[in-house]
């Protein structure tokens, strides 16, 4: 599968932003979704994730409250509404897709978008 995120930008703290991320290939619907975000300097951390069927989602403490993880399976795409961004959150935002049933570790995911600058200024 292929995956090509979308949506970031410069954004004023207190603004909002909505990530895309379009999957190419088959058996989208069975894929494990997740976003990730990696800030200058520091490690890959996960933000987010959402699993099919049954539509199990998480998130990081830094952004419960602030950030909404969705998908839609028909149009293979899945998304992240953010919130309230504080600059904090300025990092690249990637998503990435697994074949397994959960996980919120880098490594257990098996493909991976470009990834999308988010920046937010205070």
């Known amino acids: 599968v292929q995956l090509q995120a979308s949506g970031g930008g410069l954004v004023q703290a207190g603004g909002s932003l909505r990530l895309s991320c379009a999957a190419s290939?088959?058996?989208?619907?069975?894929?494990?979704m997740g976003w990730f975000r990696q800030a200058p300097g520091k490690e890959r951390e996960f933000v987010s994730g959402?699993?099919?069927?049954?539509?199990?989602?998480d998130y990081a403490d830094s952004v419960k409250g602030r950030f909404t993880i969705s998908r839609d399976n028909a149009k293979k795409t899945v998304y992240l509404q953010m919130n309230s961004l504080r600059p904090e959150d300025t990092a690249v935002y990637y998503c990435?897709?697994?074949?397994?049933?959960?996980?919120?570790?880098?490594?257990?995911?098996?493909?991976w978008g470009q990834g999308t600058q988010v920046t937010v200024s205070s």
């Open positions: 290939g088959r058996y989208f619907g069975t894929y494990l």
């Open positions: 990435a897709a697994s074949t397994k049933g959960w996980g919120t570790s880098a490594h257990e995911y098996d493909y």
């Open positions: 959402i699993s099919w069927p049954v539509g199990r989602t």
